[in-house]
């Protein structure tokens, strides 16, 4: 797996961590789909009209298992919640959200409708105040610093500064710059465009990691950035 050793101008980027930490890059977000209509309110997930074509409010319901984490933002809550919903059944998420990739010649979004069509029924992944610290603090560094990598700026790798915050057992670290929007920071990195291993989808839909923190910021060259972290239940 190629290691991110530079950033790419011009080009939106996303890289995802394995549970050995290893970064992978990802290019082309695609600019077309179905985008679900968000607006702001105390529960962002509740205006996602798109979701009640293809699940049911107890899913919905379900899948909004960040609505009362004060300490994230609306959008922080909707990125939890799309990554839910493609958990809970993924044929009907990308029926209900990428539909127009559906006759796709990309290998990357054949291969994730292929994917999506095996999930059903996976554990959630709940919302963790200590992950999202340590998220919120990589997303921090990376805009303060203006690099685009897992490392933290100083040298300290992935584990060693998740563990700071949450001492789980199996961890993992998705990192994605570009488009801000909640359902298309996910749609991004579901797809894993050029990225061979598919680290980002795997961290999304692995049922190890029940535990996540998120943290949207903005970066200096990409606008945006967004940094997942995962693990298990053991630092609970």
Known sequence: ?????????????????????????????????????????????????TATTKFTDAQIEAANTAKDATYLSDDEKLVIFYINLSRID?????????SDLK????????????????????????????????????????NKSNIFQHNSSDGTD?????????????????????????????????????TSSLGHRKNILNQTYVRIGVAIGPHPQYGSCCVQDFSDAKGD
């Open 1 to 49: 797996m190629k290691k991110i050793t530079n950033l790419f101008a011009l080009l939106l980027l996303s890289a995802a961590l394995s549970a050995t930490f290893t970064a992978c890059d990802d290019d082309n977000e695609p600019e077309n789909g179905d985008q679900p209509e968000i607006n702001n309110t105390n529960d962002p997930a509740a205006n996602d009209q």
């Open 158 to 194: 992935p584990f060693t500064r998740i563990a700071k915050y949450y001492k789980g057992g199996a961890m993992a670290e998705n990192i994605q710059a570009g488009p801000k929007d909640p359902f298309k920071i996910v749609r991004q990195l579901l797809i894993d465009n050029g």
């Open 103 to 142: 006759g796709s010649n990309n290998s990357y979004e054949k291969s994730l409708l292929t994917d999506l069509a095996e999930v059903k029924d996976r554990k959630l992944v709940l919302p963790n105040e200590n992950l999202c610290k340590a998220a919120k603090a990589h997303a921090n560094d990376l």
């Open 90 to 98: 993924g044929k009907a998420f990308a029926e209900a959200y990428l």
